[in-house]
């Protein structure tokens, strides 16, 4: 139907109800209106470029592809303007019409079950869904729509509505191709005429759009403040193919992903970058971090971006990989997801991606890519998720050891923390169990180095991150050997000849502590795991340890903190003076300073001064008498 006059029409059922909604009760996220008429433009020119490789009648075949966002503030007008195919009379008014996509449906449907069941709906799911061109009513209370289509013998079209249940459409005024939506802004909603504003939002969602978005702000004056701008990067750099990247490029986009910064030191360990076209067509670029991310353990962490088409539709979606795999960083974008991807949809898609990304071999190829590094504590934390997943990640997790082989028969060669090692090359036929070192925020290679099960050929495997507490409360047990803790319960090692000691020998000292320490720990005991070490702090076997506390707590949980006991070296010289002037003189007062002392360095070998002034005044007063000039 082709028509000069301008014609009313309504909405069909669905849009006008949409519409209500939109307007009415959808107040947050309102900038990703800005996203969809972006994303309507930049589909518009794939279509004309499209077509033009084939229709040589095509109109403006030539046209450059460009999408045009102006901010008029005199005018309280936000223009999208793009060169793409256009519409004819018949299409606008079928287009913006009636509601497109199944997902604009289906999000309705959830908006409308809510609202009957006499909950608002809820305000994300608007950015879960998109709504599509209707979008833009959440900030205009009219829009104008002028397009002209690139099909020979159209005539330019005009489209409007004040999104109350009618249109209209009529003749416009348009010479080339393309088309132009005029946003008139609601008061509330000035804020989207701010240049920064308008940067930021696309720079945030259609950064990588193909096409050029050029921005133009007049200001109230008529003045023009910036002509022309590009905002958007317009290449996807994950798109560009694989041997034409170097590291240092993947290095430089790894800052984009992680927020814009990266400190020297936390590069990427490696990187995935995988292209595939079945059963659905999407790419992906995965970086593993050089460093733990900080919300490794948050609920709320940054997961992978999902992007459609170069445009993102979600900031973080954490259905794409597996739990264990929560620490790999990057992108998915595919060519077959709409815009508006409910979690259906996306539950249907992201399967593909999730088993191409996530096998264990992936994995370690990832990090083979950079052997000089040390993989990192996230791969461990695989070992803590489902059982299926722990058989995958398990024998990637890597530690350090006492040794260098993978045996721990023989007595360790070096004391020394020996190379990053997966799990299955650490363990596959060692005789004797192998004991951890679960640390603290930082590693007890100190204490763990010189500890006595290192001594007596134990393999220890220095499990020197927050998360290794955890990993190893879930991994008892690797191919048949036991792993056990050296910081946790009475460690169970038996006496060799040389390292006999009668426990009895340091009583003195260890009632002196139990008395002068109360209030700070649960219990104070000889210590059968220690060497050259005066005093370590150890929890309860089966306790909650002071590591897994922080965890917890890490993940917002409710803990308490816990007293834990302090063990004390019957060989230390240190302790042995203590447990003597405890016998000899239980009244000295000097007893106080060094049993204080005792109880900082094992908080200390943990990275942890609870009072930093108080021990930096023993420790002189202690120094100060030992200087005898
Ligand atoms: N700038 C444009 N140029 C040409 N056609 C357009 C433009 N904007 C919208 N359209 C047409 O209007 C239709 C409806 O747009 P709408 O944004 O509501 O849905 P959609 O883009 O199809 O899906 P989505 O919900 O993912 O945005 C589009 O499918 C397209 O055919």
């Known amino acids: 139907m082709t028509t000069s006059r301008e014609e009313k029409h309504e909405f069909k059922a669905e849009v006008s109800a949409l519409l209500r909604l939109v307007t009415n009760s959808l107040y947050t996220n309102r900038e990703i209106f800005l996203r969809e008429l972006v994303s309507n433009a930049s589909d ?3 279509k004309a470029r499209f077509q033009g490789l084939t229709d040589t009648k095509l109109r403006d075949r030539h046209e450059k592809p460009q999408i045009k966002v102006t901010a008029d503030h005199g005018r309280g007008v936000l ?35 809510q609202q009957e069941s006499g909950q608002k709906p809820d305000v994300n799911l608007i950015g879960q869904f998109g709504v599509g061109f209707y979008s833009a009513f959440m900030v205009a209370d009219r829009i104008d729509v002028t397009s002209l289509s690139a099909a020979e013998g159209a005539e330019p079209v ?59 702000v007049v200001d109230d004056k008529g003045n023009t403040e910036v002509d022309g701008k590009q905002v958007n990067d317009a290449t996807a750099f994950w798109m560009r193919p694989a041997r034409e990247l170097t590291d240092a490029d993947y290095n430089e986009f790894y800052k984009h992903v992680m ?68 620490f790999v960083r990057g992108l998915v974008d595919s060519e077959d997801l709409p815009l508006n991807v409910s979690r259906e949809m996306l539950q249907e898609h992201s399967r593909s991606p999730r088993s191409a990304a996530s096998s264990p071999a992936r994995c ?13 504590p996230t791969r461990r934390s695989g070992t803590t998720t489902a059982p299926s997943s722990r058989r995958a990640s398990t024998p990637t997790a890597r530690t350090t050891t006492t ?85 946790q319960g009475d460690l169970d090692i038996p006496e060799d000849d040389q390292h006999k000691h009668d426990a009895g020998a340091i009583a003195a000292a260890v009632d002196k502590s139990k008395e002068l320490l109360t209030d700070k720990v649960k219990d104070v005991r000889v210590s059968k795991r220690l060497r050259e070490s005066a005093a370590c702090l150890v929890d309860d076997s089966g306790g909650l340890s002071r590591n897994m506390e922080r965890i917890l707590k890490m993940a917002r949980q409710d803990v308490p903190t816990r007293q834990r006991i302090l063990e004390l070296n019957p060989e230390h010289p240190f302790v042995q003076a203590v447990d003597k002037l405890a016998r000899e003189a239980p009244g000295d007062d000097r007893l106080g300073t060094y049993v204080e002392l005792l109880y900082d360095q094992a908080a200390l070998a943990e990275g942890q001064v609870p009072d930093p002034a108080g021990l930096l005044k023993r420790f002189n007063s202690v120094l100060s008498g030992t200087i005898k000039i």
């Open 259 to 326: 927020g814009g910064f990266v400190l020297p030191g936390d590069e990427p360990l490696g990187h995935l970058h995988l292209h595939a076209d079945a059963p659905i067509q999407f790419v992906a670029l995965l970086y593993i971090p050089g460093k733990p991310p900080a919300d490794l353990f948050q609920e709320d962490r940054k997961a992978l971006q999902l992007y459609a088409r170069r445009v993102v539709v979600m900031e973080s979606c954490d259905k794409l990989l597996p739990g264990y795999l929560r």
């Open 158 to 216: 005009h489209w409007s509505s004040t999104g109350d249940g009618t249109f209209s459409v009529g003749p416009g005024e348009r010479t080339t191709r393309g088309t132009t939506i005029e946003l008139h802004l609601k008061a509330e909603a000035k804020e989207f005429l701010d240049r920064w504003k308008i940067e930021g939002i696309i720079k945030r969602y259609s950064n990588y759009v193909v096409h050029p978005i050029l921005l133009k």
């Open 44 to 46: 518009a020119l794939d």
């Open 79 to 113: 223009t999208i303007e793009d060169t793409g195919v256009g519409m004819t009379r018949d299409e606008i008014a079928l287009n913006l019409g009636t509601i497109a996509h199944s997902g604009t449906l289906k999000f309705m449907e959830q908006a409308r079950a």
């Open 364 to 376: 370690s190829s990832c990090s083979r890519a950079s052997p000089r590094t040390s993989p990192r």
């Open 403 to 487: 040794s260098s082989s993978c045996c721990a028969t023989a007595p360790p060669r070096t004391t020394r923390p020996s190379r990053w090692r997966s799990t299955s090359r650490r363990c596959p036929r060692a005789s004797r169990p192998s004991t951890t070192s679960p640390a603290s925020r930082w590693p007890r290679w100190p204490a763990a180095r010189t500890s006595r099960p290192a001594a007596r050929g134990y393999q220890v495997l220095y499990m020197a991150d927050p998360i290794d507490e955890w990993v190893v409360q879930d991994l008892s047990e690797y191919k048949g050997k036991k792993l056990i803790s050296v910081t």
